[in-house]
């Protein structure tokens, strides 16, 4: 389905029944990342997943896209089907997006999993990382994307999930050039939301992989502990949809109901 908004277009999709599950993406990927979540949740639930500016099938609103500006769009598409009293589940930077959302519209949200995500904002190294890298992509953007895909990854979950690896690769290849700087550029700017979730009255998890090569999962697990945020972690990497899936499914699941 395709909703028009500030001139471009916004493709999502609506499934299901029941209480409304609002499912975000990560960077360099569309909705299609939650295929097996979406056939196991709408059976009991509404589930609403989003490709997300300069993602998918959506188009780019300018040269930087801040997770509020993506936070707005998901808005967008939650008015026009109604759907209110949501839970989000956020991979990456969909868990950036989903926190800019519950910052935004708080009283719409009813539960938020951070999945490989984080309440921090960027520090300095990651800031210098996504700017060269926004250099970089502009004139090798193919190696670009298959060299920052394949970092998330070990050799090994490469080898074993090979045909989910190609899949997922060809989705990120797909990304303009433009939705790829924006949402970098807007991921750099992006608040620290650690006082928020922290304090938050809504139903909160945290979804981790022990391999990840992105997050600082101890420090993590230290911020959930002292603040008492339900966590788990998965034994592999960044993309726990792929790697962990068996154990990603139950843990939503769980989480949901």
């Known amino acids: 389905m395709i909703l028009e908004y500030k001139g471009i277009d916004i ?33 009991k639930n509404r589930v609403i997943t989003i490709d997300l500016l300069g993602h998918g099938g959506t188009g780019c609103i300018g040269y930087i896209h801040t ?15 109604e759907a209110t009293d949501c839970t989000f589940i956020g ?10 959302y ?38 090798n953007f193919d190696n670009m994307v298959r060299l920052s895909f394949s970092n998330l990854f070990s050799a090994k979950s490469k080898a074993i999930h090979k045909t989910k690896y190609e899949s997922a690769l060809q989705a ?11 949402a970098q550029e807007g991921m750099k700017l992006r608040n620290d939301s650690s006082t928020f979730f922290s304090e938050a009255s809504f139903d909160k998890i945290i979804l981790l992989g022990k391999k990840d090569p992105v997050l600082n999962y101890e420090e993590i697990l230290q911020f959930a502990k002292r603040h008492n945020i339900e966590t788990h972690i998965f034994s592999e990497g960044h993309m726990s949809h792929i790697e962990n899936k068996e154990d990603y499914l139950l843990r939503i699941m769980h989480f949901i109901e």
């Open 11 to 43: 493709f999502y999709k609506d499934i299901g029944l029941g209480k409304t599950i609002v499912l975000l993406h990560g960077f360099l990927e569309d909705q299609s990342m939650w295929n097996d979540a979406v056939t196991i949740l709408s059976k």
């Open 172 to 182: 990120a290849l797909k990304t303009p050039l433009q939705g790829y700087m924006a």
């Open 67 to 81: 997770m509020e500006d993506m936070a707005m769009a998901v808005k967008a598409v939650l008015n026009h089907l």
């Open 91 to 100: 991979h990456s930077m969909g868990g950036y997006v989903a926190l800019a």
């Open 102 to 139: 519950a910052e935004l519209y708080t009283k719409d949200i009813k539960g938020l999993c951070l999945l490989n995500s984080t309440y921090e904002a960027d520090d300095e190294e990651r800031k210098l990382l996504r700017t060269r890298a926004n250099k970089m992509v502009q004139s």
